[in-house]
Each structure stands twice: as C-alpha cells, then as structure tokens.
C-alpha cells in the first residue's frame, strides 16, 4: 500500500475537495482521482460518496482513515529513527498533552536537553487517547497523559497529581465568600472540555442536561485569555490557575458544599 496515496486519501478527507487537494499536492486533479480509485480497487470498499456539490467518507472510509494516519505515523518515527542513528548518540520522542507539558514537563524537559545534548528530542502534543495510540504503536518512547494503560509489557505510573480549583477574574466579587453547586449553572460558565479521567464528565454533572454553554474550548491553557479578557468563572487545574492567582489576575472561589475530584497525570512507558 503506497503511502503517497494513503496521504492523498488523508487530505482529502480532510478537505472533502478533489480539486483543493490537487492544489494542496501539486499533482493534476486526474492523479488524485486515481490514487483514489486504485486505494478503493485495492481495499475492495468505496471510501468516499461522490456529488457535483460535496464528498464525504464512507462508513469503510472513516474506520479506514485512522488505519492510514496510524500507517504514516508510523513511517515518519522509522525514517527519523533511522535518519538520527548517524547524528545523534540516542533518542527520545515524548508524547504529552498541553497542560501537563505547561504545567509539570517543561522544565524536565529543558533539563533533560542540556544534560543529553548528544541526543535528539522530539516532543508531540496531543490528546491522552491519542497519544496512548501512538505509544503502543512504537511511535512514542512515552506518553504523559491523564488516561492510565494497566496492560501487559506497559510501565504506568502517577506523574503528578492535580486540584481542580474554580477560579474568575477579581472584578467579579459577586462568589467571594463561596459558591454553592446549585449557583453554578446561575453564572457564565466558560467550558473546558477535560478528556481526562471522571473530571469531564463530573463537570457536566454540575448543570442540567444538554446544557448550552456560552463558551467551550478543548483545550484549558486556551480557555485562560478568555477568561482574563471576558470574566465568567470556570475549573482549572490548579497547576495551571497557580501563576495568575499568584499575580492576582485570578481569585479562586471557595467551593461551600461540594468538593472536586483530583487530577492525576500518568507517566507511561514499555517496560524495559
């Protein structure tokens, strides 16, 4: 299976335009229309539905789509493996999410740097599902997520541990003296969508069903500028929420009756 065809079929899925993606490649139209033809001669599937006004993925061709990223994953971490064996005495590729490489890993990861700089690191940023994927697919030498991976021939274990702490900006005093569970879906919630461990799903929890939240984000170290800018209150690690309420761009608001689930940060590798 020819992995420029696999990437052809990735972009375009991506761009659901034949002529864009030709554009994207620099190949003509006809060789993506091809490549694309000969993937679905080979597989024995249609991938994607064709009209004069759009395509769109098959059932095959979503299930097939994370196969193909996981295929070029995969070559990329050979050829760079292969490409550093000359240039570099070792190597490492760590996998992390944003927060815990923000607020736990960087400074590991500077230091690690000056005292192996023989070595080449590489660090990928992504979410724990993710790269828990590409950890046992042999493309990471270890994953710092917040999901664990209890599994047979795998080293898992806590890296850091987490509060959750309700913070808002110090103009909006309305919670200073605490805030009830009840209030919360009283104020201006800026969602965070936490795929970390029950803490997504104990959020929701907070408010009604089907709540519409007038802001959400998958990513907390970006929902922070919001926040500083607009106010509104919402959950953070306190890792992350530290620096601001340390400078007092931040106040937390004291929770009166309910408390929050800890945040644990898994460090995962093969065990050697």
């Known amino acids: ?45 249609p991938l994607f539905t064709r009209s004069k006004r759009s395509v769109a993925l098959t059932a095959e061709g979503h299930t ?22 000359k240039q570099y005495e070792s ?4 996998g992390t999410t944003n927060t815990i490489y923000e607020c736990h890993l960087q400074g590991h990861m500077e230091k690690w740097i000056s005292a192996a700089p023989q070595s080449a690191l590489k660090i990928t940023i992504g979410h724990s599902n ?7 697919d042999g493309v990471l030498d270890v994953a710092y997520c917040y999901i664990p991976l209890y599994k047979k021939g795998w080293h898992c274990e806590i ?23 009840e209030d919360l879906p ?10 970390l461990q029950e803490v997504g799903s104990f959020i929701r929890e907070l408010f009604p069903p089907h709540y519409q939240f007038p802001f959400e984000i998958d990513n907390s170290t970006k929902l922070i500028p919001y ?46």
């Open 227 to 272: 926040l500083l800018h607009s106010g509104g209150v919402s959950f953070l690690p306190e890792s992350l929420a530290a620096p601001y309420l340390e400078a007092g761009s931040l106040v937390r608001i004291p929770l009166l009756d309910f408390e929050t689930p800890k945040i644990c940060c898994y460090k995962i590798e093969k065990k050697k």
């Open 186 to 195: 009283q104020t201006r919630y800026l969602f965070c969508n936490f795929a």
């Open 91 to 94: 190597s490492l590729h760590v």
């Open 64 to 85: 097939f789509r994370r196969y193909a990223q996981r295929i070029i994953d995969i070559e990329n971490a050979a050829l760079q493996d292969i490409h550093s064996i």
């Open 1 to 45: 299976m020819d992995t420029q065809t696999l990437k052809t079929f990735l972009l375009l899925a991506k761009l659901k335009n034949f002529t864009q993606t030709a554009e994207q490649l620099f190949v003509a139209q006809s060789t993506v229309t091809n490549r694309i033809a000969d993937l679905e001669a080979e597989l024995g599937k």
């Open 130 to 136: 993710e790269l828990l994927r590409l950890l046992q």
């Open 159 to 181: 890296f850091a541990v987490d509060e959750l702490v309700l913070v808002t900006i110090p103009a909006d005093n309305l919670w200073k003296n605490g805030m009830k569970k």
